[in-house]
């Protein structure tokens, strides 16, 4: 059984900063791509960063460049995603999800080409 559990989020100030944690269980987490959506109320989710199986190549949404930074640790299962300056409209919540096992993609940004999700984190800015 495959699961995401993502950790970190919470309530910050305009400016402040987060770092959210997915980790990975029930299998071969290097060998697959991972992404960090998000999703506002009434707004469709979207992917904010992505990362490929080894770690070295990287997407950001041009609404996070520079602010955020995605990384991962294979000895860990785990996926970070570092946000700095954070802005009320980084409101939502956060969703780590993994592509299947050996999927022939580097990095995607495109959500039906993950296979599993986490059960999301709240991130809630306040201005």
């Known amino acids: 059984q495959v699961q995401l559990v993502e950790s970190g989020g919470g309530l910050v100030q305009t400016g402040g900063s987060l770092r959210l944690s997915c980790v990975a269980t029930g299998r071969t987490f290097s060998r697959s791509a991972m992404g960090w959506f998000r999703q506002a109320p009434g707004k469709e989710r979207e992917c904010v960063a992505a990362i490929s199986k080894a770690g070295g190549t990287a997407y950001y949404a041009d609404s996070v460049k520079g602010r955020f930074t995605i990384s991962r640790d294979n000895a860990k299962n785990t996926v970070y995603l570092q946000m700095n300056s954070l802005k009320p409209e980084d409101t939502a919540v956060y969703y780590c999800?993994?592509?299947?096992?050996?999927?022939?993609?580097?990095?995607?940004?495109?959500?039906?080409?993950?296979?599993?999700w986490g059960q999301g984190t709240q991130v809630t800015v306040s201005s």
């Open positions: 999800a993994a592509t299947r096992e050996g999927a022939p993609v580097v990095v995607t940004a495109t959500a039906s080409n993950y296979s599993y």
